[in-house]
């Protein structure tokens, strides 16, 4: 091989690792601070479908089932964190609890059909709702909206809003 195909072999070699350096460090560049809440979404909603699954089959009257969901929820609240706004909307297509932990500096409201009502409770908190001529509540926190429809039967919809810094992360199920 001559001087110039060597010149050029060793360039090449150089130019790829350089590449390949890049790429290996794009793909393991990541924002350390986002909050570890998929393996939560992921409990929550297993927790949700047994809980609805244990309503269906053992004829648990309406207030032992509101009991229950207020218990979960306070328990998810918890696990989750104080300092995330976590809320949880149980009901049917009639009235509808909203339990949940709103954080201080957050504004939160909600619409069942008569017009926006402002949440003011800081902290943990339940609320009762009747549905206005529908069956959709809108959360509405830091004025983004939020849409969640009831049908007849038992439903039980959560949404976790979690600030950090100038991001902000949703789960919702």
């Known amino acids: 091989m001559s001087k110039k195909g060597q010149f050029y072999f060793i360039a090449v070699i150089i130019l790829a690792t350089i590449f390949i350096s890049?790429?290996?460090l794009s793909n393991n560049i990541s924002y350390?601070?986002?909050?570890?809440?998929?393996e939560e979404q992921g409990s929550?909603?297993?927790?949700?479908?047994s809980l609805m699954d244990y309503f269906s089959r053992n004829q648990i009257s309406s207030y032992n089932q509101t009991e229950i969901f207020l218990n979960f929820s306070k328990y998810y609240i918890n696990e989750t964190g104080l300092d995330k706004n976590t809320f949880f909307l149980y009901g049917n297509s009639s009235a509808v609890i909203l339990s949940g932990n709103l954080v201080s500096g957050t504004t939160l409201s909600v619409n069942t059909g008569s017009g926006n009502s402002p949440v003011e409770n800081i902290g943990?908190?339940?609320?009762?709702?009747?549905?206005?001529?529908?069956?959709n509540v809108t959360l509405t926190v830091d004025n983004i909206?939020?849409?969640?429809?009831?049908?007849?039967?038992?439903?039980?919809?959560?949404?976790i809003r979690y600030n950090d810094g100038s991001q902000s992360f949703v789960l919702s199920g």
């Not at 350390?32 to 998929?38: D, E, I, N, V, Y």
């Open 44 to 49: 929550i909603n297993t927790e949700i479908a």
């Open 32 to 38: 350390t601070s986002a909050p570890k809440l998929s």
């Open 145 to 159: 909206s939020y849409n969640f429809t009831f049908y007849p039967g038992e439903n039980l919809y959560y949404l």
């Open 124 to 135: 943990i908190f339940q609320k009762g709702y009747l549905f206005s001529g529908t069956n």
């Open 22 to 24: 890049f790429i290996t």
